[in-house]
């Protein structure tokens, strides 16, 4: 009624204007008003009416949003996540996401930190935001934040290149090397390039301590064989010397030797059998690094538990909650909720439910147990995600259900991201 009667009043107030200018004013103000619309009334314009799913995703990202994360990491994980999901449904919504996203990654950099994930990595920030990153970044912190520099560099090249550029080449004067973002600047730069051409010398001529950057050798490595065949034959001979002679000094591994492997090829590729073999009898380090190079072994990645909806399949219609508990915590709860796909989607309801409710709770132990080496965010989200192919709404009251609000409101948007491309499932 309040806004009913203030449109009446604003009514009043028209007519009286239209009055006191005269009749003929008021029809010309008419004509005109039909000729070109008004800047008011675009504003007035119907917004877009969203789909029930589309109004699901968005009411359940906004609730996630809403949710405390005390810990920045995980707020952080929280709005890239959100801002995926509502992209392409409210975009407003997603640039507000986004821009709290890139400061908060600013924020974990500027103290040290790596970002769990990064929004600017992911091509997610607008350019605005990107610049703005870049250039309120200090130098000291460009290892830290060399995800997010290459992100910049692929998704916003025009606007910053040039001042990556200058970040790095002041990063590489403080002995800071981030070789990823420097090749990103290079292939974006072009490799021909005399930017190019000087900051590959430059990081050759001033490689930092090898123990502390000894995670960087195949990164090191797989510079110079990108580089190598782009600059001259004594460029290349030096500075294959160089990385070599820096390989040698670190510890035994089978990074270290595939490092000495993938230098030594671009070498001989880049100045032939012979100028390799003449430049190594120059350096009696460099030689040494390669007569004395490990055995080839095979790189041990960190194990990930592993689970089979096709072996959940086979064994549907058949109870695997004891043989469930027996699992550990992340094992427990991906299987779990595989065992709850696969009933689910056959019918099973009732099986399904126990299953994710293993799962849930399984997730909720593995989150209060996390460590920097096991991937908490990501085993709630295939949980939820699990659970909302199922039945959305009660995946969503199970999402809610979680002990930690950071890992409620991740699972939540899981929740989300299915019901925006599938649609709810009852």
């Not at 005390?70 to 999901?85: C, G, K, T």
């Not at 500075?239 to 492997?261: A, C, F, H, M, Y």
């Not at 427990?332 to 799962?359: I, L, P, V």
Request: with cysteine; hydrophobic share 45%; aromatic share 4%.
């Amino acid at each position: 009624m309040r806004r009913f009667g203030k449109i009446i009043a604003g009514l009043g107030t028209i007519t009286l204007l239209c009055a006191s200018y005269g009749p003929a004013w008021a029809q010309q103000q008419q004509q005109l008003a039909k000729a070109t619309p008004s800047a008011a009334r675009k504003q007035q314009a119907a917004p877009v009416k969203l789909t029930p799913q589309q109004k699901f995703a968005v009411d359940t990202v906004k609730m996630a949003v809403a949710l405390p994360q005390p810990d920045p990491q995980d707020r952080l994980r929280v709005l890239s996540s959100a801002a995926s999901v509502v992209s392409t449904i409210d975009k407003r919504m997603a640039k507000g996401l986004w821009r709290e996203g890139v400061r908060i990654e600013s924020e974990l950099i500027r103290v040290g930190q790596k970002p769990a994930v990064s929004v600017l990595a992911a091509g997610q920030a607008d350019c605005a935001a990107a610049l703005s990153f870049v250039e309120n970044l200090p130098e000291r912190s460009a290892l830290e934040a060399e995800q997010s520099l290459i992100g910049a560099v692929t998704s916003c090249p025009k606007q910053t290149l040039e001042p990556v550029s200058r970040k790095l080449d002041l990063a590489m004067d403080k002995g800071i090397i981030p070789s990823r973002a420097l090749m990103a600047v290079i292939e974006a730069q072009g490799a021909k390039t005399q930017w190019s051409q000087l900051h590959f010398e430059k990081m050759f001529n001033s490689l930092p301590d090898p123990q502390e950057y000894a995670p960087e050798a195949e990164n090191f490595a797989a510079m110079y064989a990108r580089m190598a065949p782009e600059v001259s034959k004594d460029t290349a001979a030096r500075t294959g010397l160089q990385t070599l002679v820096w390989l040698g000094k670190l510890k035994d591994s089978p990074e270290r030797n595939l490092s000495i492997r993938i230098t030594t090829g671009a070498m001989q590729e880049a100045i032939g059998q012979q100028g390799f073999q003449e430049a190594l009898q120059r350096d009696v380090v460099a030689n040494a690094t390669v007569q004395n190079a490990g055995q080839e072994r095979e790189i041990v990645r960190p194990a990930e538990d592993t689970v089979s909806v096709l072996e959940a399949m086979g064994n549907n219609g058949t109870d695997q909650s004891e043989n469930l508990r027996k699992l550990p915590a992340t094992q427990r709860a991906r299987q779990a909720a595989a065992n709850g796909f696969a009933a689910g989607t056959s019918g099973h309801k009732d099986q399904a439910a126990k299953y994710f409710d293993m799962a849930f709770a399984a997730a909720d132990e593995a989150w209060d147990a996390r460590t920097p080496q096991v991937d908490a965010a990501a085993l709630v989200q295939e949980v939820g995600e699990a659970a909302a192919q199922v039945n959305s709404v009660n995946a969503l009251v199970r999402a809610q259900g979680m002990r930690d609000s950071s890992a409620q409101a991740i699972a939540m948007i899981a929740v989300a991201r299915v019901v925006a491309s599938n649609g709810i499932s009852r």
